[in-house]
């Protein structure tokens, strides 16, 4: 099992997830962050800190969410735009620092107009 991080977090980016992790598993991208899921040991801390409820672990996410399980994934094993090599297992997202690249699914994810009306 591992914890999975899903379309909530694109553009909100509260981080208070990264700030919990124990074990410093969660990375960031651009838009949004990510889970490596080779290095999350399932201690559940971030979930209730999200405040968009963008986290669940993977056996309950829901049916909508569940491309995210795969694309948290793929964050780690195939190259970001720009970098010819995988991200990998780098053991610490405060020593990897922020990446500033997403995913093809998160950067073609459309952004929520938030002009006022
Ligand atoms: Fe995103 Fe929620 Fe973390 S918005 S950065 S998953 S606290
Ligand atoms: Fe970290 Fe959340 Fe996993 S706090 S260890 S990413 S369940």
Redesign the pocket.
């Known amino acids: 099992m591992t914890f999975v991080?899903a379309d909530?977090?694109?553009d909100?980016?509260?981080?208070?997830?990264?700030e919990e992790c124990p074990v410093d598993c969660?990375y960031?991208g651009d838009r949004?962050?990510y889970i490596n899921p080779d290095e999350c040991i399932d201690c559940g801390a971030?979930e209730p800190?999200?405040?968009?409820?963008?986290?669940t672990a993977d056996r309950r996410t829901p049916p909508e969410r569940r491309p995210h399980i795969a694309d948290n994934r793929r964050f780690f094993t195939e190259p970001l735009p720009g970098r010819a090599e995988p991200l990998g297992t780098p053991g610490g997202a405060s020593e990897a620092g922020p990446t500033g690249v997403d995913t093809q699914l998160v950067t073609d994810w459309p952004h929520t107009d938030v002009t006022p009306a």
Request: proline share 9%.
């Open positions: 991080i909530p977090c694109i909100v980016n509260d981080k208070s997830c990264m969660i960031e949004k962050l971030c800190v999200c405040p968009v409820q963008a986290i």
